[in-house]
């Protein structure tokens, strides 16, 4: 039983190319997020969404654009892919959003990479 | 904003030794503290939390960590560590709002 499932798990793609990962928890918590590790393993937030709203958004190019159809649901879709894009991106999930000590639990990762 | 500084990008140690992880961060405000362990191709897992209360906070595995508020660190110790503790190891700050704060990371090596 995953808790934080993640998928495609490896995407190797061109340059200029459009993409999406997909992101599912089935712990039943509010709140969903994507980080960005980078080839140095520095861990960055890119986005949360409490209840299906964007609550947080890191100064991220408009060429990321997540998507949460439901609770259980968030999903990254990438455009016009640049090979500064490849890292390993996570999702992560916790129950809710207003207190701070909230475990957020992880998904494995997807690392895509760009040629 | 908050900062977190990890102080060792790596640290080696022979089995059955102990272990320290050291984490310094920076805020203006009251933080929550936690560690993280990222084993290879796997995402994170959390080995303990700081939230309030006891400065000294255990989690899984036998790790423990102290909160020091005068010298704002969040160091991450194990009496005695394995070769299945080989990993890396973030720390991380939350000042409300759920949005987490890594330090760069710390690789354990345990070497037999």
């Known amino acids: 039983d995953t808790a934080v499932s993640q998928t495609p798990k490896y995407l190797v793609t061109q340059m200029g190319n459009d993409k999406s990962i997909k992101c599912e928890q089935n712990l039943g918590h509010d709140t969903m997020y994507w980080y960005k590790q980078d080839s140095k393993k520095f861990l960055k937030i890119m986005f949360s969404?409490?209840?299906?709203?964007?609550?947080i958004n890191e100064t991220v190019p408009n060429r990321f654009s997540p998507k949460s159809p439901d609770k259980a649901h968030l999903n990254l879709h990438i455009n016009s892919l640049e090979l500064g894009d490849s890292a390993v991106y996570f999702c992560?999930?916790?129950?809710?959003?207003?207190?701070?000590?909230?475990?957020?639990?992880f998904g494995p990762g997807t690392r895509l990479t760009v040629l | 904003a908050q900062s977190v500084t990890q102080l060792d990008s790596q640290v080696p140690v022979f089995e059955e030794a102990p272990v320290e992880l050291r984490c310094n961060y920076s805020?203006?405000?009251?933080?929550?503290l936690f560690w993280y362990v990222q084993y290879p191709n796997q995402g994170l897992q959390l080995l303990l939390k700081y939230l309030s209360g006891s400065t000294l906070v255990k989690g899984i595995n036998g790790f423990e960590a102290e909160f020091n508020k005068s010298q704002t660190s969040f160091h991450l110790r194990k009496p005695s560590v394995h070769i299945s503790d080989t990993a890396e190891y973030f720390c991380?700050?939350?000042?409300?709002?759920?949005?987490?704060?890594f330090g760069a990371g710390t690789i354990l090596r345990v070497k037999s």
């Open positions: 805020s203006s405000v009251s933080v929550y």
């Open positions: 991380a700050v939350s000042a409300g709002g759920n949005k987490l704060v």
């Open positions: 969404y409490n209840n299906k709203e964007l609550i």
């Open positions: 992560a999930s916790s129950r809710r959003l207003r207190e701070g000590g909230d475990t957020q639990y």
